[in-house]
Structures are given as C-alpha cells and as structure tokens.
C-alpha cells in the first residue's frame, strides 16, 4: 500500500525535519505539509503551511522597535517567526487505502482530491499565479493569511503593483476589500501606510 507520505513525495515534496515535507514553488516560496500527530501511519488531521524566508526580514525590520508606526495599523501576531510563515491550516483527512491519489483533505465545508491538491500547487509558476490563488482561486480556502494586512502588502510590492492601485483594492476590490474585513484592523488603510511599508520592503530601512 503506498502511503500518503510517499504520495507527496513521488509529487516533489522532500524531507523537512520530524517528519515534515517542503515543496518549493519558486526561490521565495514554498510549502510544507506535516501530520498533526507527527505520524503518517494513517494521520486523520494535516497541516499546511506556506512559508517565504524574505517576508520574514521584512517583518522582523517592521516590529523591530517597540514604538514602530507598523503597531498602530495591525500589530505582528507570530513575534517570534524567523522563517516567513505567511499562512497555515489544520485540515482533516480521508485517506482511500486502496488508491492514495484519490484521498481526500478537508480544509472547510468543501473538500479535494489530493491528486488535483497537486494540480494546484503545480500549477504556481510565479508569484502573480499565488497571489492570485491565494486571493482569488481555489488556495482560499487552504490558508489563513496570519499576518493579514502585512502579507498582501508583501505580495503587492513583490508583484510591483502601483500604490494608487494597492490602495484601491484595500477599499474596493471585491475579493480584496471583503478579505480586508478581517484584518482587524486598528487604523484605516492609508497612503503614508503604503508608502512606508515600501521603504522596509526595498531594504532602505532595514536593521539588519
């Protein structure tokens, strides 16, 4: 019987550490998967994670000094993360003994096929092809973006959007604008945020 820890890994994936597997989708990101329990001998529950290491620089430069204008905007939640997590989720799983492909992992309501999870995240050829998962497509529903506010600037800058246009789909787009909603925000979404936040992204005003 194949295991579903085999099946990634015939897929790409390669060992992490206790028990881990990473995929990296390009030189910024990648994605690790790990049983909940830390055993892959029939595991009910998985979790996902997305990770890009340069997020964490940027961050750890952000929320470097306790009197940042960063904290009065959305203050950082994973504080000691020097890795880049930019989103995670616990998600059950059915596994089909008989054919691994056809196992299922559920990270909402609905559910997928591992063999089409791997579609997916084969299908991420670039940064634009995750943001737009992420915000837009099927990815939606596998990760919550922790840092919230934080991680679609990183993506934004990345991807060398306009300001205006940042802007404009912090308080506009449909899909964006309804996933600002839950950043819990403590300020309202502003230029001089942007124009800020782009200075610590470029590295014009990192510590270290």
């Avoid at 790990?34 to 029939?42: F, L, S, T, V, Y």
Wanted: aromatic share 14%.
């Amino acid at each position: 019987m194949i295991m579903l820890r085999d099946f990634f890994v015939s897929n790409g994936f390669s060992e992490l550490e206790e028990g881990a597997l990473f995929k990296n989708l390009n030189k910024d990101f990648y994605i690790k998967i790990a049983p909940e329990e830390g055993n892959w001998i029939e595991p009910n529950e998985i979790y996902l994670y997305l990770y890009s290491p340069p997020f964490a620089s940027v961050m750890e430069s952000l929320f470097a000094d306790r009197r940042s204008w960063a904290w009065s905007y959305l203050p950082r939640k994973l504080r000691k993360d020097s890795d880049g997590c930019l989103g995670m989720i616990l998600c059950g799983i059915e596994t089909c003994s008989s054919q691994i492909e056809r196992s299922r992992i559920i990270p909402s309501s609905e559910s997928i096929m591992i063999s089409d999870l791997m579609v997916l995240i084969n299908s991420l050829e670039s940064d634009a092809d995750l943001f737009e998962s992420l915000y837009r497509g099927e990815l939606k529903m596998f990760f919550a973006l922790i840092e919230g506010l934080w991680v679609y600037l990183y993506f934004a800058f990345k991807l060398r959007f306009p300001k205006e246009k940042i802007l404009a789909e912090i308080r506009s787009d449909p899909e964006i604008s309804r996933i600002a909603e839950t950043w819990r925000l403590k300020r309202e979404v502003d230029r001089s945020l942007i124009d800020s936040f782009g200075l610590y992204f470029s590295g014009e005003l990192r510590t270290g």
